[in-house]
């Protein structure tokens, strides 16, 4: 399926992944996604989600990982939204990213309180490697470009505007790490 994709959000994509493995020669990418449980009947917004990636961040800069992050909320026929989310680690201190899924999980569990087995998605299309990608700058100039391509097409799939709410609902579609210098 073709998808339309909100341009600015593609852009910030692209600058924080630039960005990231300017600053780092090994990345580490890993795609979740974010769901509500069923019987959760609290109110959904966007500051839960704030919450859970301010924990899944603290715990990974603990460790040294300097994790950037993105999310993006869309809603279609559910009664609440879902998160589609990405995290960016140092590569050159993590390679494996089973733990992101255990870490965001006990993060979303912190937040709304609530058990969430199953609310986290592994985004793996029933194939491993299709997630948790690694990027390395020394991997030769062609492969760099053809992985760097790979991770924003993959990436680029938070930015589709399919089921994003148009026009301001009073909540933001869209979050990610606050780069410096743009």
Known sequence: MQYKFIESIDCRINELLNEYVRKHSKALIV?????YPVHYHGPA????????MAYVVKKYTRQGLDPYYIWVREQLRSHHPHYHCALFLNGHKVRDYWHVFRNVEDAWARTL????????NRCLKDDPDYN????????GQAAYKARFQEILNQLSYLSKSYTKTVGYDGQRNFSCTRLQNL
Request: proline share 0%; net charge positive.
């Open 31 to 35: 795609r979740f996604d974010v769901h």
């Open 45 to 52: 917004k966007n500051t839960d989600i704030s919450v859970c």
């Open 113 to 120: 309180g609530c058990l969430v087995t199953g609310c986290i």
């Open 132 to 139: 948790g990608k690694l990027i390395r700058r020394d991997a």
